[in-house]
């Protein structure tokens, strides 16, 4: 059984919290001085903002420490309209060039019951593409009847209550559910080294939507918060099925 906070799972919450550094959300904002946002990220980069709006519009904002202050200030100005804030904040996170992103944020305690199809490799295997080795750790990988690399699913390790889930396949492989079975199977096995499961697209992106929803990944009306240099923007918000 999974316990709750409210209406949402522990783990949930737990995750958040420490991700962005605060909790509960607020209306326009909960913004946290947060040391994650001034260290280097799953990925080696530094990462200024890390938010999630809730489906009532409440967030949850955290960014570095020294620029607290700043953030406050420009919440204030903007009052209780959230997209104002939204706009002031790369300037006030002295990051003017930059773009705050909005995506789909969806999590899962209930996988769907898909059959697995991948098995766990380590990321700096020879047989891993080039997008997947960044992750480290293991992925887990479909191959082909050749052996050679066809799908997989990479782990993007948050904290150590939240992992979040990033799937990819090779276009002559896709249409066979490849991508969904793997995301179910490791969004599986988190859960079962007590760890939630999340996952983030473009909500453009609608095969990456239908890849989240076959796997058990609804879509409950949150949103995550990014901030990117548009040069970095296509590599921090795909979402590949």
Same mark, same amino acid.
Request: aromatic letters at 6%.
């Given at each position: 059984?999974?316990?709750?906070?409210?209406?949402?799972?522990?783990?949930?919450?737990?995750?958040?919290?420490?991700?962005?550094?605060?909790?509960?959300?607020?209306?326009?904002?909960?913004?946290?001085?947060?040391?994650?946002?001034?260290?280097?990220?799953?990925?080696?980069?530094?990462?200024?903002?890390?938010?999630?709006?809730?489906?009532?519009?409440?967030?949850?904002?955290?960014?570095?420490?020294?620029?607290?202050?700043?953030?406050?200030?420009?919440?204030?100005?903007?009052?209780?309209?959230?997209?104002?804030?939204?706009?002031?904040?790369?300037?006030?996170?002295?990051?003017?060039?930059?773009?705050?992103?909005?995506?789909?944020?969806?999590?899962?305690?209930?996988?769907?019951?898909?059959?697995?199809?991948?098995?766990?490799?380590?990321?700096?295997?020879?047989? !891993?593409?080039?997008?997947?080795?960044?992750?480290?750790?293991?992925?887990?990988? !479909?191959?082909?009847?050749?052996?050679?690399?066809?799908?997989?699913?990479?782990?993007?390790?948050?904290?150590?209550?939240?992992?979040?889930?990033?799937?990819?396949?090779?276009?002559?492989?896709?249409?066979?559910?490849?991508?969904?079975?793997?995301?179910?199977?490791?969004?599986?096995?988190?859960?079962?080294?007590?760890?939630?499961?999340?996952?983030?697209?473009?909500?453009?992106?609608?095969?990456?939507?239908?890849?989240?929803?076959?796997?058990?990944?609804?879509?409950?009306?949150?949103? !995550?918060?990014?901030?990117?240099?548009?040069?970095?923007?296509?590599?921090?918000?795909?979402?590949?099925?």
């Amino acid at each position: 059984m999974t316990t709750t906070v409210g209406a949402l799972p522990e783990i949930l919450v737990a995750h958040l919290t420490s991700w962005t550094g605060g909790w509960p959300p607020a209306i326009p904002a909960t913004i946290t001085g947060n040391p994650r946002n001034a260290q280097p990220g799953w990925d080696g980069r530094i990462h200024p903002l890390t938010g999630v709006i809730d489906p009532a519009g409440r967030a949850l904002i955290g960014v570095p420490p020294e620029r607290e202050a700043a953030v406050r200030d420009a919440a204030a100005g903007a009052g209780s309209d959230l997209d104002a804030l939204l706009t002031a904040l790369p300037a006030a996170l002295d990051r003017p060039d930059h773009v705050v992103y909005a995506g789909t944020f969806r999590w899962t305690t209930t996988p769907a019951p898909l059959a697995d199809v991948g098995e766990w490799i380590e990321a700096n295997d020879p047989v !891993v593409p080039d997008w997947l080795r960044p992750f480290g750790g293991r992925v887990l990988i !479909v191959r082909d009847a050749a052996g050679s690399y066809v799908a997989g699913v990479g782990i993007k390790r948050h904290d150590g209550n939240g992992h979040e889930l990033s799937v990819g396949t090779e276009p002559a492989a896709r249409g066979r559910g490849l991508a969904r079975r793997l995301v179910a199977q490791a969004a599986r096995a988190l859960l079962d080294d007590g760890i939630v499961a999340t996952y983030l697209h473009d909500p453009a992106n609608v095969a990456s939507a239908r890849v989240a929803e076959a796997a058990g990944f609804p879509d409950l009306g949150w949103r !995550v918060l990014g901030m990117f240099a548009p040069a970095e923007f296509d590599d921090n918000t795909v979402g590949e099925a």
